[in-house]
């Protein structure tokens, strides 16, 4: 009886740092500042820097020094590549359109961690400022975008195109197009096979940044058949076009 409530005062315990990790306020770093503190060697750093995106994100194009934890799997994977609690922290993801930078500090803050920071203007804004990048990217790919309309269209005749969603599952979960397919971009190179040889492949994320990297990585497998929701799953929202939740479609 006594480890049963040893146990559930755990879990209580956890469950509050959770709470108080997602009330409270984020502190952030601009690029500026992070330029000017990422010199040197990273093993002299007093800081880690942490790409909060997946894995094929990071293999492309990240900041010099940066160690990867997708933000879907922080919780498990962050004690384990950062040890000491009091060290500072310093995630980014795509930019301020992007939400794995602000979910990763977050459930770093539950997890005990002291001195956590976002870096909210993320790849993007390091990138226009012509700050070095480590990473091999992909081949040159450029899918051609679909507009929301013009696609809830197409899905409505024969032949219609099979449109994948290439975000992690707690986000595909969360809302995405009806009907698409959850194929998180870790996940392509295993299952790419999966989809249809005779049907056009439209590819959807949040808002538009991973879908050209998802392009070019199916492009990479030998598929020609490509396009890319302009303006992701947001653009179709915000067209009034038919949504739906859950794990439905993890085929």
């Known amino acids: 009886m006594r480890n049963g409530s ?3 005062a755990v879990v209580c315990t956890l469950a509050a740092a959770a709470g108080r990790a997602e009330e409270a306020p984020l502190n952030f770093i601009t690029t500026e500042q992070l330029a000017a503190r990422a010199k040197g060697a990273p093993a002299s750093w007093n800081f880690t820097i942490v790409d909060a995106r997946s ?12 160690i990867n934890c997708p933000a879907s799997e922080a919780t498990q994977l962050l004690p384990k590549l950062v040890k000491d609690r009091a060290r500072e922290l310093i995630f980014y993801c ?20 002291k001195r956590v920071l976002e870096y909210n203007e993320g790849l993007p804004a390091w990138g226009k400022a012509k700050l070095p990048l480590d990473g091999k990217p992909l081949a040159a790919f450029e899918a051609p975008a679909i507009a929301p309309e013009a696609l809830a269209e197409a899905r409505a005749k024969p032949g219609a195109p099979v449109v994948i969603d290439v975000r992690d599952r707690v986000e595909y979960d969360a809302f995405h197009v009806l009907g698409a397919i959850s194929m998180p971009l870790d996940s392509i190179r295993l299952r790419y096979k999966e989809l249809p040889k005779d049907r056009e492949v439209v590819i959807s994320c949040h ?14 497998l030998g598929r020609s058949d490509l396009k890319r929701l302009d303006g992701g799953v947001i653009a179709w929202q915000q067209k009034g076009l038919p949504t739906e939740s859950g794990s439905l479609a993890h085929r």
Not at 207 to 220: D, E, K, N, T, W
């Open 6 to 8: 040893i146990g559930l």
């Open 55 to 66: 894995r094929v994100e990071y293999g492309e194009g990240r900041v010099p020094g940066a």
């Open 94 to 113: 795509n930019g301020p359109n992007c939400t794995k930078s602000q979910k990763a500090a977050r459930a770093a803050l539950a997890l005990g961690y």
């Open 207 to 220: 808002a538009g940044h991973q879908s050209p990297i998802g392009a070019r990585l199916l492009h990479s």
